[in-house]
């Protein structure tokens, strides 16, 4: 009798995989001579700094400031948007943080040192070199700094992580994508209206309105002069630029024979181009001039209180000759007051940045008008409630408990979420509080009072009730009791997963668990809870939105984060979730730092999309084709424990393995169908995570004449595993081979003991 051959599993190829990594770094034996370099080119930079400093003051010396700030941020927050939705910027190497330097500097001019020549592309393009180079010299000035305040360990470790901090305040400033950033600041300051009224003459909701339709305007500008600009460069030859050049613009003296008579014959197309380009950009100030008048027209509001707006907004000109412009790198004042007043004029180079500083200018306002306290009482409330809702919305079917009160040992606790959904309990945390500027440029003391209050403080607080709910399950009857009065049972709380929400953008904190532990800031065998921002949190659960995905999402969180320094923000994270679900246990070891700058492009791709009204998919998980359906059939059925055999689904396996996984139950099932008559048949394929916290899964195939004894058979292949292998669990799916469609029949988890 010839033996059958089990077939032999599909191996995953690398090339099924949407990741690709890239290790880099320094050769240990290089260290010294790379250290050395760092030195050099930071000492260059530094030595350099007052010479960048007399350029810009020099340039601004020459040219118009105003026409010249008007330009710079017109090209440095410009982007063209395709009709995919995708986004190319104009100037790529010019940033946010690099307009509001120039800012500050055109502000530190005294008004009679003003110049007032046009702008012309050398003028501007010694700018648009300048102002990047200035922006890094406040890194290089870190490292030296760094470099000449110890040799200690523990205390570099401490001043690279207070750094990072300051780096990311100095260039991080978009908190949520616009559309969403104005609504939530509508709904958080509005009922601070009638007292800023009483104070400042205008409500938040004025305000709100009011710097909405600044940037509506100037992206109606901007886009007008790039439309002309496109329509003018269509000429095919000099002259026929010049032609359309008259015909399009209005306004110019003179006529385009004129014009073509004064110029030399030979010039040619290009350098035509570049000149009429020059001349339309001597425009470009008037995208950035707004008057009363026009605003409060635009924004439907009495010109007394747009004018009161604007005045609050507003630096005259020179307002910050005595600041020292090393400070304005971790507190530039126009970050605060975005606007110059101009006379008649209002001068708003880049309305954008009065809500990505909302907080700050709210802040402001609130302080002087004695409504610091109503402010932070507002966040609060505001956090919580929004906190409530997003999981709410992501999860309709969850039992959700605001303000989770309860009492151990005389000792009154308080959680401000919990939910509790099948056999998975959320603890959140809302916390509004903030880094302030004096925190970062104080001593690393200071830095780690802020640690301790926006990390670690939530952290603790949501693992004590974890903490409970453990002991609970572990026979502690009084905790079971507790747990039991509050609607929790504990038996049934097989996973807990903890988070901490904020206001503000965290993420630069809650990536670096491993230096806090490394140094002591946080104990050693604490797992911090992920701090997320609130509108991330939103995102994440519009993006995911299978409760299966959004939750595992969360659970894995705080894994990645312990197991690696993250570099990106929470966003990145989600696009790195979309195609891996975090199955990075490979790279453990590998590297102690992970960079994931940029994963969120997909994401952005498809706001950027909903922003300019393009209809766009929304971003999918990668998963392949019988993942996807398991979860969304496990999501639909809900049966008990739906919510873990999601989970160990989701980590057992990256979307290559799952491609290999997919390729090797065919091949079983078609071994199935011939030999399911042989007792001893190979019936089931196995796979089993390298992480010893996830559970193993198994695929069990059965022919249609054996479906009435299926789930026996399971049980019995997962006890008979777990016993063989010491396993503390095994999921198991069970398919049918005639049924194949389906994405499964049965799903069993089975725990030891």
Not at 316 to 335: C, I, S
Not at 600 to 614: F, M, N, P, Q
Request: negative net charge; contains cysteine.
């Amino acid at each position: 009798m010839t033996k059958r051959k089990t077939p032999e599993p599909v191996p995953a190829r690398v090339a099924d995989s949407p990741l690709k990594f890239e290790n880099f770094g320094i050769d240990p034996e290089k260290h010294g001579e790379f250290k050395e370099a760092m030195l050099q080119a930071a000492h260059a930079a530094v030595k350099e700094y007052p010479a960048l400093l007399e350029t810009i003051k020099g340039t601004l010396g020459r040219i118009s400031p105003p026409q010249a700030l008007a330009a710079f941020c017109c090209y440095g927050s410009s982007g063209f948007v395709s009709n995919n939705g995708q986004q190319t910027e104009a100037l790529p190497g010019i940033l946010q943080h690099h307009c509001e330097l120039l800012h500050a500097h055109v502000l530190s001019l005294p008004p009679n040192e003003w110049g007032d020549e046009p702008i012309t592309p050398d003028n501007m393009q010694v700018l648009f070199d300048t102002m990047p180079k200035l922006s890094d010299t406040f890194f290089m000035q870190r490292i030296l700094d760094g470099e000449s305040k110890s040799s200690n360990e523990q205390e570099l470790t401490a001043l690279s992580l207070q750094e990072r901090i300051r780096m990311h305040t100095h260039t991080v400033r978009n908190w949520g994508y616009y559309e969403q950033v104005v609504q939530t600041s509508r709904e958080l300051y509005w009922p601070l209206d009638e007292k800023l009224v009483a104070a400042h003459g205008f409500s938040a909701t004025d305000l709100i309105d009011t710097l909405s339709v600044l940037q509506r305007e100037f992206e109606e500008r901007v886009a007008a002069h790039m439309d002309l600009l496109g329509k003018v460069l269509r000429g095919k030859t000099a002259a026929g630029l010049v032609e359309r050049y008259y015909k399009l613009v209005p306004n110019l003296v003179g006529s385009a024979e004129e014009m073509l008579a004064g110029l030399p014959t030979d010039l040619t197309c290009e350098q035509m181009s570049g000149m009429l380009m020059a001349h339309l950009d001597l425009r470009l100030l008037d995208t950035a001039l707004f008057t009363l008048e026009g605003v409060a027209n635009s924004a439907g509001k009495p010109e007394e209180v747009v004018s009161a707006i604007l005045g609050t907004l507003s630096f005259e000109p020179g307002a910050l000759e005595e600041t020292k412009p090393e400070f304005l790198f971790l507190d530039n004042p126009v970050w605060e007051k975005p606007v110059i007043s101009l006379g008649d004029h209002f001068l708003v180079p880049l309305p954008q940045a009065a809500f990505s500083h909302i907080h700050r200018i709210m802040e402001r306002l609130a302080r002087e008008a004695g409504l610091a306290k109503a402010l932070e009482e507002r966040r609060s409330g505001f956090l919580e409630q929004k906190l409530e809702d997003v999981f709410r919305d992501a999860l309709p079917d969850a039992d959700i408990y605001p303000s989770f009160k309860w009492k151990k040992d005389g000792q009154q606790f308080e959680n401000d979420l919990v939910v509790v959904i099948d056999r998975v309990v959320v603890i959140a945390e809302a916390k509004s509080h903030h880094l302030t500027a004096s925190g970062l440029r104080g001593a690393p003391d200071r830095v780690k009072r802020h640690v301790r209050d926006l990390v670690l403080s939530p952290s603790i607080q949501s693992h004590r009730l974890e903490e409970l709910i453990n002991a609970a399950r572990g026979g502690d009857e009084d905790a079971a009791s507790l747990l039991s009065k509050n609607g929790i049972d504990a038996q049934k709380a097989d996973r807990v997963i903890r988070l901490s929400v904020s206001l503000y953008d965290l993420s630069v904190l809650s990536s670096s668990e491993q230096d806090f532990k490394k140094i002591g800031w946080v104990p050693s065998d604490h797992l911090v809870a992920p701090s997320i921002l609130i509108s991330d949190l939103h995102c994440v659960s519009e993006i995911l939105d299978n409760p299966i995905l959004f939750l595992h999402y969360l659970g894995e969180r705080a894994y990645v984060q312990k197991s690696f320094n993250l570099l990106g923000d929470e966003l990145d994270f989600l696009g790195l979730y979309l195609d891996s679900a975090f199955n990075l246990s490979a790279l453990v070891g590998e590297a102690d730092t992970f960079a994931v700058t940029g994963m969120s492009s997909t994401i952005d791709v498809y706001h950027e999309a909903i922003s300019a009204g393009i209809r766009r998919p929304k971003p999918k998980m990668n998963l392949r084709p019988l993942f996807r359906d398991i979860v969304a059939r496990l999501a639909k059925v809900k049966q008990p424990g739906w919510t873990l055999l999601g989970f160990h689904l989701l980590a057992c396996a990256d979307p290559a393995e799952q491609r290999a996984i997919e390729r090797s139950l065919m091949k079983l099932r078609r071994f199935v169908q011939k030999n399911y008559r042989d007792p001893k048949h190979t019936s089931t394929m196995l796979i089993k995570p390298p992480e010893t916290r996830k559970a193993t899964i198994m695929f069990y195939l059965f022919p249609q004449k054996l479906r009435g004894e299926h789930r026996k058979i399971m049980a019995q292949l997962a006890t008979e595993a777990i016993e063989a292998d010491n396993l503390t669990q095994c999921v198991v799916f069970g398919r049918c081979t005639e049924d194949w469609g389906k994405a499964f029949e049965s799903a069993l988890l089975i725990s030891q003991g």
